[in-house]
């Protein structure tokens, strides 16, 4: 007799209910999730349950890492993408019970406006700091915006080319540096 349960999403939100944990938080430059189920077992048997809804999470178009944890003794599937955390969450809201309420507020979070519009005067501003070699992350935080609005608005209003490729200039007066590296090796 095979005692292996279907993974489906009103199990998937009662083992959550019991083992899952959400976090989530917004810094100046961008939101973070962390949707996580901890498991850890007294027998072999325990483990393959784990390993069943990250397959199921995979098999549903959500990116799920699978993790050992204290020593071996338990595993832990995160779902740390803010896609994958609102897919799993909007999937699982009509069977939770103990953490509906949580998963609501973690979806209205996400819904925080995540607009990549600015206006001109501060697409101006980021253009110019960028000018000045900033990353995109230092130029989030001075300007007040996320990560991701930051490097839209250089890619569509600008010029953008990741630091790594300006920095790559020769200079005339150092051999070495001048020199295509073949001719170097």
Same mark, same amino acid.
């Given at each position: 007799?095979?005692?292996?349960?279907?993974?489906?999403?009103?199990?998937?939100?009662?083992?959550?209910?019991?083992?899952?944990?959400?976090?989530?938080?917004?810094?100046?430059? #961008?939101?973070?999730? &962390? !949707?996580?189920? @901890?498991? =850890?077992?007294?027998?072999?048997?325990?483990?393959?349950?784990?390993? $069943? %809804?990250?397959?199921?999470?995979?098999?549903?178009?959500?990116?799920?890492?699978?993790?050992?944890?204290?020593?071996?003794? #338990?595993?832990?599937? &995160? !779902?740390?993408? @803010?896609? =994958?955390?609102?897919?799993?969450?909007?999937?699982?809201?009509?069977? $939770? %019970?103990?953490?509906?309420?949580?998963?609501?507020?973690?979806?209205?979070?996400?819904?925080?406006?995540?607009?990549?519009?600015?206006?001109?005067?501060?697409?101006?501003?980021?253009?110019?700091?960028?000018?000045?070699?900033?990353?995109?992350?230092?130029?989030?935080?001075?300007?007040?915006?996320?990560?991701?609005?930051?490097?839209?608005?250089?890619?569509?209003?600008?010029?953008?080319?990741?630091?790594?490729?300006?920095?790559?200039?020769?200079?005339?007066?150092?051999?070495?540096?001048?020199?295509?590296?073949?001719?170097?090796?």
């Amino acid at each position: 007799m095979n005692n292996t349960p279907k993974i489906t999403w009103e199990y998937l939100a009662g083992f959550f209910d019991g083992e899952g944990c959400i976090h989530f938080l917004k810094r100046p430059y #961008g939101k973070y999730c &962390i !949707v996580q189920i @901890t498991q =850890g077992w007294q027998n072999e048997e325990n483990s393959n349950i784990i390993h $069943l %809804i990250y397959e199921f999470l995979l098999k549903n178009d959500i990116r799920a890492n699978l993790r050992s944890y204290r020593y071996n003794s #338990g595993w832990r599937v &995160i !779902v740390s993408s @803010t896609r =994958g955390c609102r897919l799993y969450l909007e999937k699982m809201l009509p069977y $939770l %019970i103990v953490k509906r309420q949580k998963a609501i507020d973690f979806l209205e979070f996400m819904n925080i406006t995540r607009d990549t519009r600015i206006d001109p005067k501060m697409r101006r501003e980021i253009i110019e700091l960028r000018a000045q070699n900033l990353s995109i992350t230092k130029i989030a935080k001075i300007v007040g915006v996320n990560f991701t609005t930051v490097k839209y608005n250089l890619i569509k209003y600008s010029d953008y080319q990741s630091l790594h490729h300006r920095k790559r200039k020769y200079n005339k007066d150092n051999p070495l540096l001048s020199a295509p590296l073949l001719e170097c090796l």
